[in-house]
């Protein structure tokens, strides 16, 4: 019995003869996975990487502003954050003006320090609270009052397939960039004035 069931296991480990459409059918589905995954996958690097270099081109724009800019001013800033993402809405930017006041040596003890901070579509702006214990670790080391800006931005991205096909959903993508002001000492705000200290 077991000689009979080896020649059959030999017999059918020998065998080359396939049909097409059984390979076929076994092939395509892993086939259409794969170039469906590869797409998706290359097209979330690509949403992620407009939504960086959007947020780098508001952030040197904003950087080289000489005059107080105002609501409208950012509002437009915003505009043009979801035109260079190739985005929709929902896109907000926050903008915050921030400065070491105290310690600026010390990364561990230094005291920073809001100059304003404004957002659209309604988002909280920022307390002195907030950059110190959400921030502190990513802006980097300043001079006794130096400021930077702090640009915060959003953009959606949303798959073309399916995540039961690919593994990716839709997300959120947030990122913060600093940027030092290049022809003025501060970026100031409407109605504020510019400080000094």
Partial sequence: ????????????????????SVEAVLIVPLLLWAFLATFTFFDVYRSKNLALKGN???????????VPINMEYLLGIEDVYTYLTQGGDPAWVRVTVVKCSEDCHD????????????????????????????????????ALGERVIMVETKSSYDPPFSVYLTGIEARDMIDVVMTRPRFAA????????????
């Fill in 1 to 20: 019995m077991f000689s009979c069931l080896r020649n059959r296991l030999r017999g059918f480990h020998r065998d080359d003869a396939a049909s097409l």
């Fill in 107 to 142: 990364p561990n003890n230094r005291v920073l320090k809001r100059d304003w901070s404004y957002a659209t579509d309604g988002l909280a702006s920022h307390s002195n609270t907030d950059i110190a214990r959400d921030y502190a670790d990513i802006i980097p080391l300043l």
């Fill in 56 to 66: 780098y081109a508001i952030s040197d724009l904003l950087s080289r502003e000489v």
């Fill in 186 to 197: 501060q970026l100031c705000w409407e109605g504020q004035g510019c400080n000094p200290n």
